[in-house]
């Protein structure tokens, strides 16, 4: 069975900040992982995703993010964060049969 | 170009009717897939399509039925609509898993 999971139901962090969004799953085999944001009312904006390669991807807006197969993690950075970054950050998997899961998903807020 | 698209976007419903949500996708995607997003729970798969004609439970089946009777389209159905169902529904369509287009939502109260 596959599964997501991301420890952090909320996270506060202050404007210029680094920031790190945590992504464990569970997966047989090497997943496809992804990153995606949805701002308050709106629709779900991909920021990244891994297939294959090299295990540091980089994705819109500055962010970047670590495949780690011994940690079965694939966690989210941003080195400085913006104001206009707080949003709900969602981790998905997708395995056999192409199905994408999600991780409950973690609400970022931005202190000025 | 219009990707994927949800209609409607906004229902209320009473308890016990009942109601389908279309899904259209111009991409010609294989997979189509139905979630429902709930506070503190993220999305959560519903049923999903590998193709024309095929339909398959995800972890929230109970209570939905789909078709997918044409490559473009995927239907959600509620046959008797409870408030457990108060929800907004996305759908998407991939082609093999590579690239995922989700729709704009449906936002559904059920009263």
């Known amino acids: 069975a596959q599964s997501v999971t991301q420890p952090d139901i909320h996270i506060t962090v202050s404007e210029g900040a680094s920031l790190e969004l945590r992504c464990n799953y569970s997966y047989g085999a090497t997943p496809y992982l992804f990153w995606y944001v949805q701002s308050p009312g709106q629709g779900l904006q991909l920021l990244l995703k891994y297939f294959s390669g090299d295990t540091l991807v980089q994705g819109i807006k500055g962010f970047e993010a670590e495949f780690k197969r011994s940690q079965s993690s694939f966690n989210l950075r941003k080195p400085s964060v913006h104001w206009s970054d707080a949003a709900e950050y969602f981790c998905?998997?997708?395995?056999?049969?192409?199905?994408?899961?999600f991780g409950a998903g973690t609400r970022l807020a931005v202190h000025p | 170009n219009a990707g994927v698209t949800q209609t409607p976007k906004f229902r209320v419903l009473k308890t016990g009717q009942s109601m389908t949500l279309l899904c259209a996708q111009d991409?010609?995607?294989?997979?189509m897939y139905w979630y429902r997003q709930d506070p503190g729970m993220g999305l959560r798969l519903i049923h999903y399509s590998v193709g024309e004609g095929t339909t398959a439970k995800g972890e929230v089946p109970d209570g939905y039925n789909v078709s997918r009777l044409k490559k473009q389209n995927f239907l959600l159905g509620l046959e008797s609509a409870a408030p457990s169902q108060t929800s907004v529904y996305f759908c998407?369509?991939?082609?093999?898993?590579?690239?995922?287009?989700f729709g704009s939502g449906t936002r559904l109260t059920v009263v």
């Open positions: 998407a369509s991939s082609y093999e898993g590579h690239g995922y287009t």
């Open positions: 998905g998997l997708s395995g056999g049969y192409n199905k994408l899961i």
């Open positions: 991409m010609n995607h294989e997979y």
